[in-house]
């Protein structure tokens, strides 16, 4: 299973949304916006299935 990031604007890291997943479940995963507050920068980042990318369990930080 992977876990999936999007990018924070604000300090350039990746930041884990909650979302743990399989590669194949991508293409069809049905995901409206969503909204998290960052806890890398603080501030409110508004995402969709299009800025989720996929890590590895255990790859980075």
């Known amino acids: 299973m992977s876990q ?12 884990y949304v909650g979302l743990n997943l399989e590669w194949s479940q991508l293409d069809s995963l049905e995901l409206p916006p969503q909204e998290i507050v960052c806890p890398r920068c603080g501030g ?14 255990g790859a980075g930080d």
């Open 44 to 57: 409110s980042h508004r995402f969709s299935k299009d800025d989720v990318t996929l890590r590895a369990d």
């Open 4 to 15: 999936a990031y999007i990018h924070c604007p604000n300090t350039g890291k990746d930041v």
